[in-house]
């Protein structure tokens, strides 16, 4: 219901627009985030936005360099990646949650909708 696209090979300082549509049902009511994996470890949280768009969330690691989007016309929602660094690289996911908005939005538990993940790698 979830898909994610966008990832890809880019050079450290380059920037991708990741991409993630929904189908099947709208999310337009729903919390949704990002969030990404790199093999062996947790998967950790990068960025949220509740279901109007109003609240945006992002992690430390990626505040001023990444924006987070969503188009509820087109149920879609966006991650634009700036200033992309190696430590970058990982699987992105995208997510949605039952509810609309909350203070748990970086907690995986939140999301009960997940898409598979797209492929981000930052060469040095």
């Known amino acids: 219901q979830l898909q994610a696209s966008g990832g890809g090979l880019v050079q450290a300082g380059g920037s991708l627009r990741l991409s993630c549509a929904a189908s099947?049902?709208?999310?337009?009511?729903?919390?949704m985030a990002w969030f990404r994996q790199v093999p062996g470890k947790d998967r950790e949280f990068v960025a949220g936005?509740?279901?109007?768009?109003?609240?945006?969330y992002f992690a430390d690691s990626v505040k001023g360099r990444f924006t987070i989007s969503r188009d509820n016309a087109r149920n879609t929602m966006y991650l634009q990646t700036n200033s992309l660094k190696p430590e970058d690289t990982a699987a992105y996911y995208c997510?949605?949650?039952?509810?609309?908005?909350?203070?748990?939005?970086?907690?995986?538990?939140?999301?009960?909708?997940w898409g598979q993940g797209t492929l981000v790698t930052v060469s040095s």
């Open positions: 936005i509740s279901w109007s768009g109003r609240n945006t």
């Open positions: 997510a949605a949650s039952r509810v609309g908005d909350t203070v748990y939005y970086a907690h995986e538990n939140t999301y009960d909708y």
């Open positions: 099947g049902r709208t999310f337009s009511d729903n919390l």
